[in-house]
C-alpha cells in the first residue's frame, strides 16, 4: 500500500468517526473502551490459562471437551466471537487446525483478534486443501502417522485447539504451563513453546 | 454469492508469512475503524450476517486488494449508506457487558434434527447470488456428520432482512480426497460447520 | 490451477459493458504486445499451454487487476525469462504462411475413443496446482458427450514440457441444474471440450 | 489504469521490444506484418461471408455443419486460432453463446481480434452461470421456448455461431446478406442487424 493510499483510508476513517459522533450515533467514550479491551484485556494468554487447566484437571478437561463454553466460563472467560466454543484435543496421531475460509473468524474470546496472517488469502485458501503445505510454512512438521483435521468455521461456532502437554512438565503449576501455550498452538499452527519432546512416544509433534 | 471471499482451494496466494511480533493494530486507523465496527453493530440497524455480506460482496479485484480493515471499513460505509446510522446508542460503560454476552446464535429448537453423529449427507449445489456459508470447494460433496452444534440463526436468510429462520447446525466432516480427488492429502479431513438446508441424506 | 483466470461462475464482477465502436487495438502498445507474442510464440521456445499457464500463474489480485494485454505481457516477460529468447526468428514474409498454418492441435489417435455420443460421463474432481483445462464449476458433474471433436494434444502435460500427450476430445453437455444446482437455468446448458482423461464412465 | 500505470506499461513494451530486436530475435518487420493482419485483413467480415453462403447454400450449409473448418477453407479462410472450427446453428428454439471461461479463446481466423468485453471478468463469469442474464447485457431478450447452449471454449476448437437469417431478405445475394452478419450474432449476445422479425414464426429473436 502506498502512503497516499493509507492517508486516503485515515481520511475516510476520521470523516466517517466525526459524522457519526457530532451527529450523537456513536459515544467516543465507547469507542475507547472497545480499543482498549482487545488491546490490553482479551488475548491467547486467556485460552492458555484453559488449556493449562485442562492439562493440570483431567475433570475439566473432560468437561472442555464435552461443553467448551460453559468450562471455558468456569474461568471468567466468555463474549463476543466465542459464545459457541468448541475445544479439539490434539493427540499423537490427530493434529487439529482452525481457518475461516469465507471471513476470518475467530474465537476472539480466549484468543484476542486474529493476526493478520490468519485473515489473509495465502492462509484461508490453503489451510483446506494443504494443510500440511500451510504447517510447513509455520515451521511444523507432522510424521505420517498423524493424521491432520482442519476445522472451517463457517457458521457462529469457534474452535480452540487443545495441543498436546509437553514432556518435561510434571509438576509445574498452572501459570507455568500456560506460559508455553501459544497463540498458534491454540490455532494449531504451532506448538507448546518448551515443547522439545512429545508427551507420548511415536509422535513428532 | 460465489465470490472473492471464498478463498477455499485457490491457487497462487503464495506462502504464509507470519509477521514476527505483530502488534494488535497496524495504525491507529484500524482500532478506530475495529470500534466503530463493533459500536454501530450495536446499534440495531444490521446484523452481523448483513455485515458479512456488505464486506464480501464487491468485485473481486476490490476485495482481494483491500486489507483485512479497509474491507471492514468499507462494508461498514456501505451498511450506514443503505441501513442508516444507529439509532440506539452503544454506551461506554454498557461495552464491558455487551461485549461479555455477545451475540449467541442459538435458538430455541422448534423440530428435530433430521441428522445424527454419523450420519452420512451429501452437500447441495447452491450458487446463490446472496450470503451463503456454504463454501464452493464443500458443494456437491459427502461427508459425515461428525456433531450437532445446536439450532442456530440461518445466515442465508438473516443477511436478507427476512428473519432468523434458525436451522439444525451439524460439523459435517469431509476426506481430503472427497473435496479435492487425487489432489487432495488423503491423511486430512476438513470439516465445515453446515446448516441444515445446506445437506441432504445420502441413503 | 484454480486461479483468479477460471472465472466461470463466479459473482460480483458487475454487467457486460460493451464498448461502442471499439477499435481493434487500445494503443500503440497493444499491438506491439500482440505482435510480439504471436513472434516470439512461432520461436520454438515454449508451447501455446505453457504460455497460457505463464499468463494465468500469477496472484488472484494481479490476474483481476491487469488488462488482457498487461496479462500477455507479463507471460511473455516470464517466458523469455524462464526458457530464453527465441533462437529461430519468424521473419516478415513468412507471416502469412505462419498464420494460415497455425497451430493444429489434433493428432493421429494411436487408440480408440472410450467415449460417444450420447455416452454419460462425470468429470472428474481434480484439482491440479499446474495447468489444466477443465473448470473449477465442471467437475464432479455429470453429462452427456455431444461430440468427438478428435485426437488432440493434452494442455496438461504439454504445459509442463513433458510432451504433448495426445487424448480424445469430446464437447460434454451439462444442464444448468447440474452445475449450478437450483440456482442454474433449466433453459441452458453449457458443453465444455474436456479431454478424456478429465472424464470416467457413468454407469 | 492511471497515467502513470499506463506509460509504465509502454516503457515495459518499448525495453523488450527493443532487447528482442537489438539481440537478433525477433524481426520488426515481421511485428508491423502482424500488426497490419489483424488490423486490416481479419475481421468479422469473414464469419459474416461464411454465415451469408450458408444461408444462400444448402449444400454448403451442410458441410458447414458437417465440418466447418474444411468448409470454411473453402472460402479461402483458414489459419491461427481457427485451426478446429465448429459452426453452431440457432434455431427457433436453440441459441447458442460462445464463451472462454479460463483466458479468451475466440476464432480469430473468422472473427479477428475479439473485443474488450468478450475477454472481460464480467462476461467470462456469467456467461455460463447467467447466460439469459448476459444476453439482457446487450439488450437480447430470447423467448421462454428458447433453450440457450453455451459454449465454453476451454480446448483448441473455435466455436462459430451461424445465426438465423432474417426474415425479408430473400433474393438478396451474398455481400448483401452478409452486411447484416454482424461480429455479436456470430459469438451469439447479438441477432443479425437487419433483423427485424424471425425467420420462422415461433421466435421472438
Given at each position: 500500500m502506498t502512503h497516499s493510499d493509507l492517508s486516503d483510508v485515515q481520511v475516510r476513517v476520521r470523516a466517517l468517526e466525526s459524522a457519526l459522533v457530532a451527529g450523537g450515533h456513536v459515544d467516543p467514550a465507547a469507542l475507547d473502551a472497545l480499543v482498549e479491551t482487545y488491546e490490553t484485556q482479551v488475548g491467547p494468554h486467556l485460552g492458555a490459562r484453559v488449556v493449562a487447566r485442562a492439562w493440570l484437571d483431567e475433570a475439566y478437561r473432560e468437561r472442555l471437551l464435552g461443553g467448551a463454553t460453559a468450562a471455558i466460563a468456569e474461568l471468567g472467560i466468555r463474549g463476543r466471537q466465542g459464545e459457541h466454543m468448541v475445544a479439539l484435543e490434539n493427540t499423537p496421531t490427530v493434529h487439529n487446525l482452525v481457518v475461516c475460509t469465507l471471513c476470518s473468524c475467530y474465537p476472539w474470546s480466549v484468543l484476542g483478534l486474529p493476526p493478520v496472517w490468519y485473515k489473509s488469502a495465502p492462509y484461508r485458501s490453503r489451510a483446506v486443501s494443504d494443510p500440511r503445505g500451510v504447517l510447513a510454512d509455520f515451521g511444523v512438521t507432522l510424521g505420517s502417522e498423524v493424521s491432520v483435521r482442519v476445522w472451517d468455521s463457517t457458521a457462529e461456532v469457534r474452535y480452540l485447539v487443545v495441543p498436546m502437554r509437553p514432556a518435561g512438565t510434571d509438576g509445574w503449576d498452572e501459570a507455568r504451563l500456560a506460559s508455553l501455550v501459544t497463540r498458534d498452538a491454540m490455532i494449531g499452527v504451532g506448538v507448546p513453546s518448551g515443547a522439545q519432546t512429545p508427551s507420548r512416544p511415536g509422535s513428532r509433534l | 454469492m460465489n465470490g472473492a471471499h471464498d478463498m477455499g482451494g485457490v491457487h497462487g496466494f503464495g506462502p504464509v508469512v507470519p509477521e514476527v511480533?505483530?502488534?494488535?493494530?497496524?495504525?491507529e486507523w484500524e482500532m478506530r475503524v475495529l470500534a466503530m465496527v463493533l459500536a454501530c453493530g450495536a446499534g440495531g440497524r444490521w446484523n452481523i450476517d448483513m455485515s458479512r455480506f456488505a464486506r464480501e460482496n464487491r468485485p473481486p479485484a476490490e476485495y482481494l486488494s483491500l486489507s483485512y480493515y479497509e474491507v471492514w471499513l468499507a462494508g461498514l460505509e456501505r451498511l450506514i449508506a443503505e441501513r442508516g446510522k444507529p439509532d440506539r446508542v452503544l454506551r461506554a460503560e454498557e461495552v464491558p457487558a455487551v461485549l461479555a454476552r455477545g451475540g449467541p446464535a442459538d435458538r430455541e429448537p422448534i423440530r428435530e434434527a433430521a441428522f445424527a453423529v454419523g450420519d452420512r449427507v451429501v452437500t447441495k449445489n447452491i450458487n446463490p447470488v446472496g450470503h451463503t456459508r456454504l463454501p464452493r470447494y464443500a458443494r456437491g460433496k459427502v461427508g459425515v456428520i461428525e456433531r450437532v452444534h445446536g439450532f442456530h440463526v440461518f445466515p442465508d436468510v438473516n443477511a436478507t432482512g427476512a428473519g432468523e429462520d434458525p436451522q439444525w447446525l451439524y460439523a459435517v466432516a469431509f476426506t481430503g480426497e472427497e473435496l479435492w480427488g487425487p489432489d487432495g492429502d488423503p491423511r486430512s479431513t476438513v470439516c465445515i460447520d453446515a446448516f441444515e438446508p445446506y445437506l441432504d441424506a445420502v441413503r
Open positions: - | 511480533d505483530e502488534p494488535i493494530f497496524h495504525g
